[in-house]
């Protein structure tokens, strides 16, 4: 199961506010202007700064 359409279309990046993207392997949220990714576990995205992943 994936996260829904619904709810990717009301979540934004915690740091910046803004848009996020579900990446290639549904498996993370990507904030481009932070250059962040928030990862998914068990269909729910963990939205915490600190938990967040700098993108390569």
């Known amino acids: ?3 829904s359409k619904e709810l990717l279309e009301i979540l934004a990046c915690p ?3 803004g848009e996020l ?3 290639e392997g ?3 949220l990507i904030c481009h202007a ?3 990714r928030y ?3 068990e269909d729910i995205p963990i939205m915490l700064i600190d938990e ?3 993108l390569a």
């Open 52 to 54: 967040a992943k700098p």
């Open 26 to 28: 549904q498996d993370g």
């Open 34 to 36: 932070c250059k962040l």
């Open 21 to 23: 993207i579900l990446n």
């Open 39 to 41: 990862e998914i576990r």
């Open 15 to 17: 740091r910046c506010k």
């Open 1 to 3: 199961m994936t996260i």
